[in-house]
């Protein structure tokens, strides 16, 4: 791997910056198109907008067309389960929902590496879970007793993002690893482009005829923040370490329920304004905290 940390954290401040704002856009979009179709479009525009670059710019990348890595084929499945896991949850709860229990994708990181990797669990990753757990409880039980949706929706929301956590950190696991022999943008041209063909059959093609431009702006951004994100995170995969990335990224639903709230009080009406109470925003506050510090490698003496 390549160290230039101060690089590696700008490309995971850029991406935690547009994973802020995605769930909002991920929102709107479910309002006139099927989940399913919503995630299927934004891998194909990723995935026409980079293939476009690589023909213009690189051509000789496109040789990983020819012998992929099979690993690279189990991430894009992971990060395939993550878009619907993700678009399912904001869609059957809200933007906030969604980003605070994704928080379960760092910290699911940390467990692959005590479990898979044999890495030694340090006392201060146990309390950024423990943190995180009573994190999740308080914040879930606001939303349970008076949040944004009725409870079966709620559930179900958790539902699909639990599972879209666990794809999530089956990409990130099997990315890392991939990025210290391939250049990261080539493995994303697979990333993008085989999970076209696994969500095809789900995908309902009609949609797009007549759909309001709007609408159509919503999924051109949703495709667009696909590629810079998730191309910005590859390459801070490549310049520093999944820990310091993770602490990060984890930033994120901050972005989200601060833009929510402001949203709220301005009175938009493009999208559905969330009630968070006070016990509900100290429960986020310590989710993330508690996945900072869980994701957060001890220094050695």
């Not at 310091?244 to 009406?269: R, Y």
Request: glycine share 8%; proline share 4%.
């Amino acid at each position: 791997m390549e160290k230039n940390h101060k690089k590696g954290i700008l490309f995971a401040v850029f991406t935690a910056v547009l994973w802020g704002f995605l769930p909002l856009a991920l929102k709107v979009s479910t309002y006139s198109i099927a989940p399913v179709t919503v995630a299927w479009s934004r891998f194909m525009i990723a995935f026409a907008l980079l293939l476009s670059i690589f023909i213009i710019r690189y051509p000789k990348g496109l040789k990983i067309f020819i012998k992929p890595p099979v690993l690279l084929f189990i991430a894009a499945i992971g990060l395939t389960i993550n878009y619907v896991g993700a678009i399912h949850g904001v869609h059957y709860t809200s933007p906030s929902n969604m980003q605070i229990l994704m928080q379960l994708a760092p910290m699911m990181l940390v467990i692959s590496g005590i479990l898979i990797f044999k890495e030694k669990v340090s006392r201060s990753q146990v309390l950024g879970m423990l943190t995180a757990f009573i994190g999740f409880t308080l914040f879930y039980g606001d939303q349970y007793q008076g949040g944004n949706t009725n409870n079966q929706s709620l559930l179900t929301g958790m539902a699909w993002v639990f599972c879209g956590a666990l794809g999530w950190t089956l990409y990130a696991v099997l990315q890392k690893k991939l990025t210290e022999k391939h250049n990261p943008q080539e493995l994303n041209l697979i990333i993008y482009g085989f999970p076209i063909f696994l969500l095809m059959p789900l995908t309902d093609l009609d949609v797009f005829v007549g759909l309001e431009i709007n609408f159509w702006l919503v999924l051109i951004f949703l495709g667009i923040n696909t590629l810079l994100a998730y191309g910005s995170l590859s390459e801070a995969f490549r310049y520093t370490d999944a820990n310091k990335i993770g602490m990060i990224i984890t930033l994120n639903p901050i972005i989200t329920i601060f833009t929510m709230q402001l949203l709220g009080l301005a009175d938009v009406q493009w999208i559905d304004h969330e009630k968070i109470g006070l016990f509900g925003l100290l429960g986020a506050f310590m989710v993330v905290s508690g996945a900072i510090i869980a994701v957060r490698k001890p220094k050695r003496a």
